[in-house]
Structure formats: structure tokens, C-alpha cells
């Protein structure tokens, strides 16, 4: 049975599967960069004696995705030579960017002529396995090569769509890392992009994926470059096809089961609201602003998510509003111009002053002193991998590096707990489980005590924003409902007040930044 996109009953979450040619599908980098070296060599042999040649981390980084002249020019940069970009009608020759690219084309055609083209077989066999099952598909590239690379490989019959190089410059598609020519296959396909994979193995290409706001950018590690693919925005990595299982429940259930409208390029929604009204952002810190990690103190944000905090924070009120102790997430981020409400909003500090803190602490924190030491002896004695995070008004146990059969023995040592020390409550998250104090007292309530305490309840022109992954969030959600605006990043498995979507911490900045330019134009 097919479902509306087309694919086998089994893959009913996506929509379409898109990848990139060259590293991906067939073995032509070897041929690109046997291309690239013998042009660089034949340029500096001619006009720049003093330069070495190309090296494999140059490609990678300048090259490697790119379509033609602007690698030309990002390599010739890295070398400090300047040339004029010239024209793409120029002759092959040495004194424009757009001529050099041309003797590189010219090299690469007789190095494929003579040499054919490789395949990877691993990526044909799951690709044909895909196709079998109905699944569109398309080819993109930055090469003008492509339609040629297919059809000398004598794969082209298994692509619904191709988008590379001559399509590109036919319709003024930007190259990697925009997204043009993924989302232009995805819309070729009528596909959508929350429900569609990317494979890719450039940085660039993994960059288009995420910017492209797709459903899952796959990062196919064939050079040894598996972290560098992660760090610029692969969900995951693959060394070898054989590896990836579409049926995968944990890829379905994270990737491709988000509640709320995802934001992609072509949800222009949010932003006519936001250029309507301007946002009090209030964000979560774990899971928003820096990916979940094994261990929380291992939650570092990246110097590019602290510089986009910082440009956000002259533009609008900035809040983070988090589960963590409000020292620990302050010397995180360390930005001086963002409120920082900690433990649930307990405690509140932030610019010019800006202090309260929950009036029933005194109360609080000798009771948590005491469940704290009865848990740990009780943790150590039950459990193994479990790590205790104590807190100024909670106590929270990680359980992500415990063995499975933990999960439960904490949960009942929790409820027992709090059956002897009535007045504390249970609150859940991914792979932790918190004991707190049993007050009316929340994210959502901390978000108002700001609203209010900075004067922006009841104004007609701005907007508050909460952006959050989990279930603790939701306090944050539900009291925007109605009011202001409500983003799940991933999910947490459970019914969300959020009306919006983002999947992961790299979208999330990607979503900053294009908010950022909506009010540069203003």
C-alpha cells in the first residue's frame, strides 16, 4: 500500500530522499580532486612558484561541495591571491577566477573520459532497495557534470529529479552552504522538506541540510571527517549505507514525529507575526542552546551560539530560563546582558538590578539537603551510571549512562522518597527525573515575573516567545498560548502546547539568525 507521497506503507514519515552526487553516490571527488590539483599545479607553476600544492584538508574546506568558481575563489583566498572573478564564457586560462574554473572543467572531462566513473556500491543497493519501495528520490550537485556523471555511471534512471550545477545557473540557485538546491528538489518532488532526508558528505552540503530546515541530514563519513560533519550539522553519521535503517524507531520518533508546525524557509507565518510585534525571547538552555550530552557538565554552547545570543540581546529582551542552578547556567553563557532565571525560575537575576528569589527558600533547601543524602546512598547501593545533579531548589538524577534496567529502579526510589517527604513533587525529562519543591511555582510563572517586572505585559508590540525541548517547558508553553508564541525544539514524546517546531540546537540559531536580518531591514 502506498501512502500520499508515494512510498511504501513502511516509510509513511518520508516524503522524499535526497543526495548529493559526488562522495555520496559515486567516487567522483577522486576525479574532482585529481581536477582541482592540476589546475591549482599548472597555476602555480605559471604565476606563483612561492605557493605548495593543494593539500586534502584545503579541499575539504575550500572545494569540497562547492560549485565551480566560487571554490576557485574561496581556495585562491585561503592563499591570499586576488584575481577578477571574470566571466563564466572566459577562455580556460590564468587571469580570471572564472578562467581557472574553466581549466579545471576541461581536466575533469578527460580524466572522466579516459577513467569512467566509480560507484559505491553500498549506496546503490540501498538506494535501489528504496526505490523498490516507492520513495522518491533526487540527485543534487554543485557540478555542471552531473547529468553527464549519471549517465556515463548509468544510473540516472534512478533519480525522479536532478538539481546541479546547470540547473542552478539556469534559475539563480545560490550554491552550497545555502539550501537552494535541496529545497529545489524537494519542491521538484513535491516534498516536503520536514519530511525528507539529505545525505551528504561535505560540511557545506550537511550546513544546505539543516539551513534547508530538512527533516533528518544524514552525514555519510567516507573521508574520515565524521566529527567535523557533526559539529556543522549532521543529525548523524553513516561510514557505510548498510548502516542506516529507515524503520529505525528512535530516528522516526525524533526526526520525523515533531508536533507543531515546523519553521523552514517556506513557513513564512512566524515571521509576518514577528515582524508585527517584537519578541521577549525566553529560552531553555539543554537541548536549545547547546545539544544534550551524556553528562550536563559536559553542556558547553558554541562560541557561534553565544555571538548570536549576544546580537539577539541588543535587538531584544533575552532571557534563559532553566532547570540548571542560575550561577551554573550564567558562567555557561556568559553573557552579562541576558536575564538568567535558574532552578525553574526560583531565582531571577538579570541587567539593572533585576533580582528575586522564590520567598519559601529558606524553607527549601534544608529539606532537599537531607533527600539528597538519603538518595545517594540509596543510588549507589541500587543503581550503576546514574550521577546525581543537586541543585539550589531541586535534585535531579540522570539516568541517559545507566543500564536500562535502572530507568525503573530510579523511578520507584523517586516516588518513595517522596511518599516519606510529602511537600516536593516529581518532574520528568529526557532521561532525568527531578524531586522539587511541591509549589505553584514554574518556567511559565518566571516568564510572567518577567514579562511584569520589565514592564512588557500588556503591550500591544511585543510578543513573548518560549523555546524549549522539554516537558518542563511546557509550563513555559501553556501560559503563551494565548498570547504569545510557543516553539518545541525535537520533541519529548508527549502532547505539547508549542505551536511551532524547530529540531535541534543548529536550527534553532539558524531561526535567530534569520530573525536577526528580518529586523536589520526595519
Not at 551528504?200 to 533528518?216: I, N
Not at 526526526?255 to 531553555?284: C, H, M, V, W
Not at 538519603?374 to 541517559?400: N, S
Not at 518556567?443 to 513573548?464: C, S
Request: net charge negative; glycine share 8%; proline share 4%.
Amino acid at each position: 500500500m502506498k501512502n500520499s507521497s508515494g512510498s511504501d506503507g513502511d516509510y509513511k514519515h518520508i516524503d522524499a530522499l535526497i543526495f548529493d552526487l559526488d562522495g555520496v553516490i559515486t567516487q567522483t571527488r577522486k576525479t574532482h580532486k585529481k581536477a582541482w590539483k592540476a589546475m591549482f599545479d599548472r597555476f602555480f607553476e605559471k604565476q606563483h612558484q612561492d605557493q605548495s600544492s593543494m593539500t586534502e584538508e584545503d579541499y575539504q574546506v575550500y572545494i569540497d561541495g562547492k560549485p565551480r568558481y566560487q571554490g576557485v575563489q574561496s581556495f585562491l583566498q585561503s592563499r591570499k591571491i586576488e584575481l577578477p572573478f571574470g566571466t563564466p564564457s572566459d577562455e580556460p586560462g590564468f587571469d580570471t577566477v572564472c578562467a581557472l574554473g574553466n581549466i579545471k572543467n576541461g581536466v575533469f572531462n578527460e580524466i572522466l573520459e579516459k577513467e569512467g566513473v566509480e560507484i559505491y556500491e553500498d549506496a546503490l543497493q540501498k538506494l535501489r532497495e528504496w526505490r523498490n519501495k516507492g520513495i522518491k528520490t533526487a540527485i543534487v550537485s554543485s557540478s555542471k557534470n552531473c547529468k553527464k556523471i549519471i549517465e556515463v555511471a548509468g544510473i540516472d534512471d534512478l533519480f525522479d529529479s536532478r538539481v546541479d550545477g546547470l540547473v542552478s545557473e539556469e534559475i539563480g540557485l545560490n550554491g552550497k552552504p545555502d539550501p537552494d538546491i535541496f529545497t529545489e528538489a524537494a519542491r521538484r518532488l513535491d516534498a516536503r522538506a520536514e519530511n525528507s532526508v539529505v545525505f551528504e558528505d561535505a560540511t557545506s552540503g550537511v550546513k544546505a541540510g539543516q539551513r534547508g530546515y530538512f527533516g533528518l541530514v544524514v552525514g555519510v563519513n567516507r573521508f574520515n571527517n565524521k566529527e567535523a560533519l557533526l559539529e556543522n550539522g549532521a543529525d548523524i553519521t553513516i561510514d557505510n549505507f548498510d548502516e542506516m535503517d529507515l524503520h529505525n524507531e528512535e530516528i522516526m520518533e525524533e526526526y520525523f514525529s515533531r508536533q507543531g508546525k515546523p519553521i523552514f524557509p517556506d513557513n513564512s507565518e512566524i515571521f509576518t507575526l514577528l515582524s508585527q510585534k517584537k519578541p521577549a525571547i525566553f529560552l531553555d538552555y539543554d537541548g536549545t542552546l547547546s545539544p544534550i550530552v551524556p553528562k550536563p557538565e559536559d553542556a558547553v554552547i558554541s562560541e557561534e551560539m553565544k555571538q548570536t545570543l549576544r546580537k539577539l540581546a541588543q535587538t531584544f529582551t533575552v532571557a534563559v530560563v532553566t532547570g540548571r542552578d542560575k550561577e551554573d547556567v550564567e558562567n555557561l553563557v556568559g553573557l552579562d546582558e541576558l536575564v538568567y532565571a535558574g532552578s525553574h525560575g526560583y531565582i531571577i537575576t538579570g541587567p539593572d538590578g533585576l533580582h528575586m528569589e522564590h520567598p519559601d527558600s529558606e524553607k527549601i533547601i534544608p529539606r532537599l539537603d537531607k533527600i539528597e543524602e538519603e538518595l545517594k546512598e540509596l543510588l549507589k547501593e541500587k543503581t550503576e551510571g546514574t550521577q546525581l545533579d543537586r541543585k539550589r531548589y531541586a535534585i535531579g538524577i540522570h539516568y541517559r549512562n545507566a543500564r536500562p534496567e535502572d530507568e525503573e529502579v530510579v523511578l520507584k526510589i523517586v516516588d518513595d522518597i517522596l511518599k516519606k517527604y510529602p511537600g516536593h513533587k516529581k518532574g520528568e525529562g529526557k532521561k532525568i527525573v527531578e524531586i522539587k519543591p511541591d509549589i505553584d511555582w514554574h518556567k511559565g510563572k518566571a516568564v510572567n515575573w518577567i514579562m511584569d517586572a520589565l514592564e512588557l505585559t500588556g503591550r500591544d508590540d511585543i510578543i513573548p516567545m518560549f523555546i524549549g525541548d522539554d516537558i518542563t517547558d511546557e509550563d513555559g508553553f501553556e501560559v503563551l498560548k494565548d498570547k504569545g508564541i510557543g516553539i518545541l525544539v525535537g520533541g519529548h514524546g508527549q502532547k505539547t502546547h508549542a505551536q511551532y517546531a524547530l529540531k535541534n540546537v543548529y536550527q534553532v540559531r539558524e531561526f535567530f539568525n534569520r530573525l536577526l536580518k528580518l529586523y536589520e531591514k526595519k
